[in-house]
T-cell receptor, first 114, second 113 residues
Framework: AQSVTQLGSHVSVSEGALVLLRCNYS??????LFWYVQYPNQGLQLLLK??????LVKGINGFEAEFKKSETSFHLTKPSAHMSDAAEYFC????????????FGRGTSLIVHP | NAGVTQTPKFRVLKTGQSMTLLCAQD?????MYWYRQDPGMGLRLIHY???????AKGEVPDGYNVSRLKKQNFLLGLESAAPSQTSVYFC????????????FGNGTRLTVT
């Protein structure tokens, strides 16, 4: 069964600093990969997704993620954190074989200090 | 374009009471899902549906029932609420194909006393 690991349940950065949120998946066949963001008292919304077109994927709000097959990773980055980036971030995967059920990581809470 | 709408937004139940959570989507999506979110547990799948008239169990189905009589609606029922069902419930839908992302509602916060 597919699994997704998000390293660090909490990540703390200063405003203006680099944001790096880690995601590793377990499949030997590259899956479809997604990052979602959840702001307080809201549902999850899509930040970006990888579907094999390009290894570097750009998303909304200045975020991007790079797919690295050799490392089975899909880490999320942003060059300069803003206070409004404080939220919960979830990595998710879907098998290319047509599974109905995406697999989610446990989530990483991003804390941004002024 | 409303997307995924969940009702109600908040609810308090006494142990043993029943209720139904409604999810409605206006994107003509085939697949719909019910998740619960608890601190430190991430999202856990309760039930899902791959089309009108079909439902299937997820990771944590006990104590819940679902129905998908119309393509746009997915109902989650609690027949006899327990304090362990205190949680935030999210509905999601997506189009056909594994590369399609999930679209989430804004959640229902349920407290069972």
């Amino acid at each position: 069964a597919q699994s997704v690991t998000q390293l660090g349940s909490h990540v703390s950065v200063s405003e203006g600093a680099l944001v790096l949120l880690r995601c590793n998946y377990s499949s030997s066949v590259p899956p479809y990969l997604f990052w979602y963001v959840q702001y307080p008292n809201q549902g999850l919304q899509l930040l970006l997704k990888y579907t094999s077109a390009a290894t570097l994927v750009k998303g909304i709000n200045g975020f991007e993620a790079e797919f690295k097959k050799s490392e089975t990773s899909f880490h999320l980055t942003k060059p300069s954190a803003h206070m409004s980036d404080a939220a919960e971030y979830f990595c998710a995967v879907s098998d290319q074989g047509g599974s109905y059920i995406p697999t989610f990581g446990r989530g990483t809470s991003l804390i941004v200090h002024p | 374009n409303a997307g995924v709408t969940q009702t109600p937004k908040f609810r308090v139940l006494k142990t043993g009471q029943s209720m139904t959570l409604l999810c409605a989507q206006d994107m003509n999506h085939e697949y719909m899902y019910w998740y619960r979110q608890d601190p430190g547990m991430g999202l856990r799948l309760i039930h899902y549906s791959v089309g009108e008239g079909t439902t299937a169990k997820g990771e944590v189905p006990d104590g819940y029932n679902v129905s998908r009589l119309k393509k746009q609606n997915f109902l989650l029922g609690l027949e006899s609420a327990a304090p362990s069902q205190t949680s935030v419930y999210f509905c999601a839908s997506r189009d056909w194909g594994s590369s399609s992302p999930l679209h989430f509602g804004n959640g229902t916060r349920l407290t069972v006393t």
